[in-house]
């Protein structure tokens, strides 16, 4: 069975420090992951993603995620996050080839940045 | 803006009550799915769509049931509502069904009462 481990549910950072969000994964078959970020009372929006090629990818508002395949890993990083980053952010996956696009989620991290 | 679009917003409701919560897809999108969020199951897959045909089933309750219509909107019914039920129900839609982004509604929120 596939699944996504997000092991913090919430990671407390002051305003300008760097933050490292931990998404692990497991899965038998090769794979999409995703970020997701969820702002109070909205939809999720697509943060970044890993499809292929470079293991380190860019996404929007400065965050940047590097897949581990040995780690079976693929933690979210900013290296300077501002109030308007506190947020719900979750990890994702996304079986490669499969019959289905159906995303299997993590249970979210909470960034609660301080000022 | 993700292009999806959902309504309503918010819908209360009572316990064996039936609901229907409606979604869009953006524009050129022919696969939509519907999750559920709750506090106790995190965000969970319920099915997939595409072009008018079910493509994907996942823990969807038999209470519940979902179609596409020929303009691409999706329906999702809830029937027989149980105070568990309450919950944010998000759409989302892509270009394929298979290895493709997703784009996701704001969401309705269904409380029961």
């Known amino acids: 069975a596939q699944s996504v481990t997000q092991l913090d549910s919430q990671v407390p950072v002051f305003e300008e420090a760097p933050v490292e969000l931990r998404c692990n994964y497991s899965s038998s078959v090769s794979v999409y992951l995703f970020w997701y970020v969820q702002y109070p009372n909205q939809g999720l929006q697509l943060l970044l993603k890993?499809?292929?090629?470079?293991?380190l990818v860019k996404g929007i508002n400065g965050f940047e995620a590097e897949f581990n395949k040995s780690q079976t890993s693929f933690h979210l990083r900013k290296p300077s996050v501002h109030i308007s980053d506190t947020a719900e952010y979750f990890c994702a996956l996304q079986n490669y080839g499969g019959a289905t696009n159906k995303l299997i989620f993590g249970t979210g991290t909470l960034l609660a940045v301080q000022p | 803006d993700s292009g999806v679009t959902q309504t309503p917003k918010h819908l209360i409701t009572a316990t064996g009550q039936r609901v229907t919560l409606r979604c869009s897809p953006r524009?050129?999108?022919?696969?939509v799915y519907w999750y559920q969020q709750s506090l106790d199951q995190g965000l969970q897959f319920l099915i997939q769509?595409?072009?008018?045909?079910?493509?994907a089933k996942g823990n969807i309750l038999e209470r519940f049931s979902a179609q596409q219509f020929p303009d691409l909107h999706s329906e999702l019914n809830l029937s027989s509502l149980e105070l568990g039920d309450s919950a944010l129900y998000f759409c989302a839609s892509s270009v394929g069904a298979v290895n493709q982004p997703q784009h996701f509604g704001d969401g309705t929120r269904l409380s029961i009462l």
């Open positions: 890993y499809l292929s090629g470079s293991t």
């Open positions: 524009s050129g999108d022919l696969s």
């Open positions: 769509y595409y072009n008018g045909e079910e493509r």
